[in-house]
């Protein structure tokens, strides 16, 4: 690892559970692909993969079905936000580095534990190499006693305090942040059932903020004061957009939001990009893009000339956060 970068990279985006493609969601890409294909893209083998990688990203590929898990390379530090189903993909990629030879070190944040955040932490296979080291973190009381009844022998063959590495428990209850090396980490408590932390984390000027599983109920409200101040300035927000506008007024107090809150927020904190995460499970690949055009006519309408990015998180993708 380049010690010196500030790398974010996504390997889970979806809420709630793991949600994967079925064969109807792969029959629809193709039908749309292959409406878009004149006789010339499907010529010779080069023109065809030429054709594939011009498409956009809902037809060529996926958004991801993985639960909720996101991994910086800052600093020289492994910091992974969450332990969803999409922490089982990255540990299975990290053992190509240093703690496949059991040297590796990595310092995993809780936001909380509902289990799409933390049910990837047994299949996470450095844990099971003697030699890495895992920092768990989390405000929650009683947080490893949690982790244990996930694996207790009723649901899981391997306990919690049986892995090989070392792996540590830090209550961040009683502190402010937390510091490593270069890299500074503050929390802040957000609106969701049982307790949702969001992260933010500051290296080289540049600050990246987690803030998966939260409702956001009157923007007018003071109340949201302290979160637009945990959220001023940042360069990127990743933020929980569960919902259509719509469901999200219907689905008022199940503890998530949607993208055109998301826009509010993120005008009112002066956000650089907002990264859609948590995206609802049942929602195809089609609809969660027709909602980012729509999010994208409203951040128009409201905030005309404002230099706000807007991405969907989508699972592979690494942003690079000292380029801008
Ligand atoms: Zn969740
Ligand atoms: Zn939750």
Same mark, same amino acid.
């Given at each position: 690892m380049n010690p010196q970068s500030f790398l974010v990279t996504f390997y889970g985006v979806r809420?709630?559970?793991? =949600?994967?493609m079925v064969g109807q969601d792969v029959r629809e890409k193709l039908v749309n692909a292959l409406e878009l294909a004149s006789p010339a893209h499907l010529k010779t083998a080069a023109s065809r993969e030429a054709f594939v #990688? =011009?498409?956009? $990203? *809902?037809?060529?590929?996926?958004? %991801? @079905?993985n639960s909720s898990c996101v991994h910086l390379q800052v600093g020289g530090h492994h910091l992974i936000f969450d332990g969803g189903s999409g922490l089982r993909v990255l540990g299975n990629h990290l053992l190509n580095q240093e703690f496949g030879k059991g040297r590796g070190e990595a310092h995993l944040f809780l936001s909380h534990t509902h289990w799409d955040h933390i049910m990837g932490i047994p299949f996470f296979v450095p844990f099971y190499r003697k030699g890495n080291k895992i920092n768990i973190y989390g405000s929650h009381p009683r947080l490893k006693e949690r982790l244990i009844g996930q694996q207790s022998f009723d649901y899981f063959p391997v306990s919690f305090d049986s892995y090989l590495a070392d792996v540590d428990i830090i209550s961040l209850a009683n502190q402010k942040e937390c510091v490593l090396g270069d890299v500074r980490i503050?929390? *802040?408590?957000?609106? *969701?059932? %049982?307790?949702?932390? !969001?992260?933010?984390?500051?290296?080289? @000027? +540049? !600050?990246?903020i987690y803030a998966t599983d939260s409702e956001y109920k #009157?923007?007018?409200?003071? =109340?949201? +004061?302290?979160?637009?101040? &945990? &959220?001023? %300035? $940042? #360069?990127?927000l990743v933020f929980d957009s569960q919902y259509t506008f719509i469901e999200g007024v219907e689905k008022e107090d199940w503890g998530h939001s949607s993208t055109f809150i998301g826009v509010d927020i993120a005008l009112e904190a002066k956000v650089k990009k907002i990264a859609f995460y948590h995206h609802e499970p049942t929602y195809s690949d089609f609809k969660l893009v027709h909602i980012f055009e729509q999010t994208k006519k409203y951040l128009k309408a409201i905030g005309a000339g404002s230099p706000l990015k807007?991405?969907? =998180?989508?699972? @592979?993708?690494?942003?690079?956060?000292?380029? %801008?």
């Open positions: 809420g709630s559970l793991p =949600s994967p #990688d =011009s498409l956009p $990203a *809902h037809l060529k590929s996926c958004y %991801g @079905g503050t929390w *802040h408590e957000m609106n *969701h059932p %049982g307790q949702c932390f !969001s992260y933010r984390v500051e290296y080289k @000027g +540049k !600050s990246f #009157d923007l007018g409200d003071k =109340s949201l +004061k302290p979160t637009i101040e &945990f &959220f001023k %300035g $940042a #360069d990127l807007m991405i969907l =998180s989508q699972e @592979g993708l690494t942003l690079d956060m000292l380029k %801008g």
